[in-house]
């Protein structure tokens, strides 16, 4: 099993223009804030939220808005009640699509994935419709080559880690979901990572005639740019 096609599929949210900048710290403070109703307002004893925190400094997120959106979320006045929901589909080709979503209004939110679907060559399925194609996983992304490969994976898989896959240009380690925050918090001592994350990956990739190709890459774009869209995990074979 590989993470790479999925980390690779999604652009990476740093290289995107300054534009978007304000929307990706919103979806991000978001997450924060369904953490620390979940969990509590302390990263040291809620994992959800210590990675969730990690993910905002990856993407440069200021450590004020960071505390600012643990301070709101942790108030008793707070206003806002998140959901978590996943929507399943097909986008061109037959690609298997997962959409995670964070949302205030499921009508809403249903109405606007559904249509993006329509639009772009898709069809939303039902629950169970295609996430059976993918395993929940801790995801790791070190893009310093300079690191020795051997010595790698055996602190990965020292440190309780399933996997270790040598990339052209990175290397990935993949955990149980369940034991990702203990083994990155391990390898941290020693690496560093470009990504660390809960990631759905898929058991097997599909490949894409070009015309297909960039339908899908249409759909994506869209998706992520949705306000209750949190990631889009597919089982494109980007290679």
């Known amino acids: 099993m590989s993470g790479h096609n999925k980390w690779s599929s999604i652009k990476n949210k740093k290289g995107k223009e300054d534009a978007k900048r304000g929307k990706i710290f919103t979806k991000l403070a978001r997450e924060i804030t369904v953490a620390v109703r979940e969990g509590g307002a302390d990263p040291e004893y809620n994992p959800s939220l210590k990675s969730a925190v990690e993910k905002a400094k990856a993407e440069n997120m200021?450590?004020?808005?960071?505390?600012?959106?643990?301070?709101?979320?942790?108030?008793?006045?707070?206003?806002?009640?998140?959901?978590?929901?996943?929507?399943?589909?097909?986008?061109?080709?037959?690609?298997?699509?997962?959409?995670?979503?964070?949302?205030?209004?499921?009508?809403?939110?249903?109405?606007?994935?559904?249509?993006?679907?329509?639009?772009?060559?898709?069809?939303?399925?039902?629950?169970?419709?295609?996430?059976?194609?993918?395993?929940?996983?801790?995801?790791?992304?070190?893009?310093?080559?300079?690191?020795?490969?051997?010595?790698?994976?055996?602190?990965?898989?020292d440190a309780g880690c399933e996997d270790v896959i040598e990339e052209d240009d990175h290397y990935e380690i993949i955990t149980d979901h369940k034991n990702f925050i203990n083994v990155k918090d391990k390898l941290s001592e020693n690496f560093d990572f470009e990504r660390a994350e809960i990631s759905y990956l898929a058991d097997n990739y599909i490949d894409l005639d070009d015309d297909k190709k960039q339908s899908l890459i249409k759909l994506i774009d869209n998706l992520e740019d949705d306000d209750d869209v949190q990631?889009?995990?597919?089982?494109?074979?980007?290679?």
């Open 231 to 239: 990631e889009v995990y597919t089982n494109w074979n980007v290679d």
């Open 62 to 157: 200021p450590n004020d808005n960071i505390e600012r959106a643990i301070k709101k979320a942790s108030g008793n006045n707070a206003t806002d009640n998140y959901e978590r929901i996943i929507y399943e589909g097909y986008g061109p080709g037959g690609i298997a699509v997962v959409v995670e979503c964070l949302s205030d209004n499921k009508n809403r939110t249903a109405a606007n994935i559904r249509h993006l679907f329509d639009k772009f060559g898709g069809n939303l399925g039902t629950d169970g419709s295609v996430m059976f194609m993918f395993e929940k996983k801790g995801l790791m992304i070190s893009k310093d080559k300079s690191y020795d490969f051997d010595q790698l994976m055996l602190e990965a898989l």
